[in-house]
């Protein structure tokens, strides 16, 4: 559901915008990344600088201003704590060509694609790895990059349907780059059927830590629910509460060696209906969700699509006063 590339600079040279589709095509990239994707660069951010030297003049150039804009926001995503440039651990020599250490980059780091001008992609083509995309600016709209991220967000099937892999790997992409992962649903709260929710929250944890970038000492996860204090409640709150935190995160966080955090929170305007898992680069809904994987390990029907308009509202969830158990 995520996906990475790595950009040469001089791809964003203000003399190519004078082709009208050259700024069309950035654009596309800026918004896709902006959607559902990362850039990658160097652990120096040798890249990232340069890239940001290029973009500057554009400001003042007609065709380039949107493209300028566009990456502005990026920016200020990036100051929000929110990921869409990902400084990698690639440490790469001073001496290279800034097109040398996209390469290196984008080959250490796997990354889906490599953005490049349309003069440097003969030469940058030999040098990624053969299951890399190469592109150069002008074919961006028709390259596979951008099918596979907008099929990503307008296309996928329920989970059930996918094909054989297909569900971890998509999981696998979009929790890669993250240090911490929160998930929201509010029927843990109740205490019932825990072994359904904790299959599903195992699965999410081990695709995460195997495929993350980081090392594990630095990951961390947090689950959010919701207390019922409802008449129907099958159990007092503090039983569910104590139920949740011995069968669910005591058994992950000794499995996967995680800290997991557990938040018990109090909707008294019961805003809490939507299921999520959040990372630092995105949000998924998952519905209907975290109880999603069956005893033998099939999925059963689920629909997770990228939500980006949630964002607020998990704030607000977060925000939430505490359920406090009695000693």
Not at 198 to 221: C, D, K, M
Not at 266 to 278: G, K, T, V
Not at 297 to 309: P, V
Request: aromatic share 8%.
């Amino acid at each position: 559901m995520l996906v990475t590339a790595v950009v040469v600079p001089d791809a964003f040279n203000a003399t190519r915008f004078a082709d009208p589709a050259y700024h069309l095509n950035t654009e596309m990239f800026l918004r896709g990344i902006d959607s559902n994707g990362l850039i990658l660069v160097d652990a120096e951010e040798r890249l990232y600088n340069e890239l940001c030297d290029k973009v500057d003049p554009l400001a003042g150039l007609g065709k380039g201003k949107n493209t300028h804009a566009l990456f502005e926001e990026l920016l200020k995503k990036r100051r929000q704590k929110v990921l869409r440039f990902v400084k990698t651990g690639c440490s790469v020599n001073n001496s290279r060509s800034t097109a040398d250490v996209a390469t290196q980059v984008v080959n250490h780091c796997r990354a889906d694609a490599l953005l490049v001008d349309s003069e440097s992609q003969p030469a940058l083509s030999t040098s990624a790895e053969a299951e890399i995309a190469v592109i150069p600016v002008p074919d961006y709209s028709s390259s596979r990059f951008e099918d596979e991220r907008r099929r990503c967000c307008e296309r996928l099937p329920p989970v059930d349907q996918m094909s054989v892999g297909r569900f971890d790997d998509l999981i696998s992409r979009c929790t890669r780059y993250s240090r911490w992962l929160r998930l929201y649903d509010k029927q843990i709260g109740k205490g019932n059927s825990l072994s359904h929710f904790r299959r599903g929250i195992e699965r999410i944890l081990g695709l995460w830590t195997t495929a993350a970038y980081y090392p594990r000492s630095e990951l961390h996860a947090e689950i959010f629910t919701v207390v019922d204090e409802s008449a129907y409640a099958s159990f007092s709150p503090d039983v569910a509460y104590r139920r949740v935190k011995n069968d669910i995160v005591d058994v992950l966080a000794t499995t996967f060696g995680l800290r997991i955090d557990l938040h018990f929170k109090q909707d008294n305007r019961s805003i809490c209906h939507a299921r999520h898992l959040q990372t630092q680069c995105l949000a998924i809904s998952f519905d209907s969700g975290f109880d999603f994987v069956e005893e033998d390990g099939t999925l059963r029907r689920n629909f997770i699509k990228i939500d980006g308009g949630c964002l607020e509202h998990l704030q607000e969830y977060r925000q939430l006063p505490e359920y406090r158990p009695s000693r």
